[in-house]
């Protein structure tokens, strides 16, 4: 199938489609597509928003002439039909649900805007603008089969809703339909990401101690980014305060000052380069006194939970030779009936589990008059490099980047893929040496993506979807 006339083809195909392309991505963006499981219902699991956003997807899905099934409203599917049948289907998975907008946006958060070679708007990185590639990508086959081509396998477009926070639509789809022969993820970065570090959640839970000093902890916005900002409700004089470097003081009404501190925001599985809120004002609290002896105790933690963002200090440090090493992170804290909650986000490779994080960080609760639970975890993934699946798609890529030596590797991020027998992420994301300044990246703000790289993604994806075509599954 896939010779340099078909590449022709495919080069061509993508010049007609990409405004359209733009466009769908812009219609995607404009939904606020986070979960809210306070408003779900029947037919809308993760909330209105969410859904809103996958009854989009779907809706493009068909104009593009794709077969389309809904189900219940927790994910969605479109086919392009093969001679295999449904049954036996190469997948690609997306999704359309998004991390909350967050804080320092410069350009409109819920609309696409074209700046200087790229696509700015919550989602157009992770993962709105490569689920349309994976759409458009699938709508050029179907397009091979209107005009009589018969694939070998159906190929279809699982439309994910709930990854970012948690990935419950996956299990739902897998326990009503059969695996796919082989799925990959546009959600990652390029060359190819064959394994995941293990995914681990918790949460430390102080006693009844707020009020004392400290009124309210406020800071973040959800448990898989690093806290940008972080604030605290207190009692003192704002007068009284010192300026310090990333903290803010302001005057909150008699008696109380409300202190802001600002970090660099971030991934969860990608803390260097971040600051993270939480830690620089327990600190800023501690220095000035402005804690009963509980609430010291908690903000010691904090302290302790931020040192550095490895595990090293909390005592759970690990590393492996697939992997490298350990990520922990402090996420959210709030303030709950008198009581302190910080969450915790560890990646974690091979040589530890879950279990033995949870004791540790339990006996560390322990040590600072707390509480600890686990709340969530995923043992790590791994498929070989190896495999013809695999080296179809390093191929592919290789050749498009002109990076012949190209190879897979693994990441602390979780994506789709770990909920598969056979899977891998696949870009669309790639090293970008002339990335301006101002681009920000995934679950931050100004979030940013190179429209020359989404196009070059988009054929990617076409010609590797056509080698798969060709393998013996």
Not at 82 to 97: C, L
Not at 375 to 392: H, L, N, V
Request: aromatic share 8%.
């Amino acid at each position: 199938m896939v010779d340099e006339q078909f590449k022709q083809q495919v080069d061509a195909y993508v010049d007609e489609v990409w405004e359209d392309v733009v466009a769908d991505i812009d219609r995607l963006v404009r939904h606020e597509s986070v979960e809210d499981l306070s408003a779900a219902e029947p037919g809308k699991p993760w909330g209105p928003a969410s859904n809103g956003a996958l009854v989009e997807a779907e809706q493009m899905a068909e104009r593009l002439g794709l077969t389309v099934t809904d189900v219940d409203g927790y994910l969605g599917f479109a086919d392009v039909p093969g001679a295999s049948g449904p049954e036996r289907h190469i997948a690609t998975i997306a999704h359309t649900d998004i991390v909350p907008l967050g804080l320092g946006w410069n350009f409109p958060a819920l609309e696409v805007t074209r700046k200087d070679g790229y696509l700015v708007g919550r989602g157009v990185q992770d993962d709105k603008g490569p689920f349309v590639l994976s759409l458009y990508a699938a709508h050029f086959f179907q397009r091979l089969v209107d005009a009589g081509q018969e694939l070998p396998y159906t190929l279809r477009c699982i439309i994910g809703n709930n990854e970012e926070t948690g990935m419950g639509d996956v299990p739902y789809y897998l326990e009503r339909y059969p695996e796919p022969l082989f799925c990959f993820s546009p959600d990652a970065d390029f060359p190819l990401i064959c394994g995941e570090k293990g995914l681990y959640q918790g949460r430390f839970t102080s006693g009844q101690v707020a009020g004392e000093k400290i009124v309210e902890l406020d800071g973040g916005t959800v448990p898989n980014a690093i806290c940008g900002q972080a604030t605290a409700l207190v009692r003192a004089d704002a007068a009284s305060l010192p300026a310090a470097e990333r903290i803010a003081v302001e005057p909150a009404g008699e008696g109380l000052v409300r202190i802001t501190a600002t970090g660099i925001g971030g991934h969860a599985s990608m803390p260097a380069g971040t600051v993270n809120a939480i830690g620089v004002l327990a600190r800023y609290l501690l220095a000035q006194g402005l804690a009963g002896a509980g609430e010291r105790d908690f903000l010691e933690l904090l302290v302790t939970l931020t040192e550095d963002a490895y595990g090293r200090a909390s005592g759970i440090a690990a590393a492996d030779d697939k992997f490298g090493e350990l990520t922990c992170v402090a996420g959210t804290i709030r303030t709950v009936d008198g009581r302190f909650v910080q969450t915790v986000d560890s990646r974690y490779p091979t040589t530890t589990t879950g279990e033995a994080i949870t004791a540790r960080l339990s006996e560390l609760a322990a040590a600072h008059g707390c509480a600890f639970e686990q709340t969530s975890g995923d043992a790590p993934f791994y498929i070989s490099p190896d495999s013809p699946e695999i080296q179809a798609l390093l191929a592919t890529y290789a050749e498009y980047a002109g990076k012949p030596d190209a190879q897979a590797f693994t990441i602390g991020g979780g994506t789709y893929a770990r909920h598969f027998a056979r899977a891998c992420a696949f870009g669309p994301g790639d090293f970008d040496p002339d990335k301006p300044a101002w681009v920000g990246g995934e679950h931050g703000p100004d979030e940013a993506v190179s429209e020359d790289a989404l196009r070059r993604a988009l054929k990617i994806y076409i010609v590797a979807i056509a080698r798969l075509m060709e393998l013996d599954l």
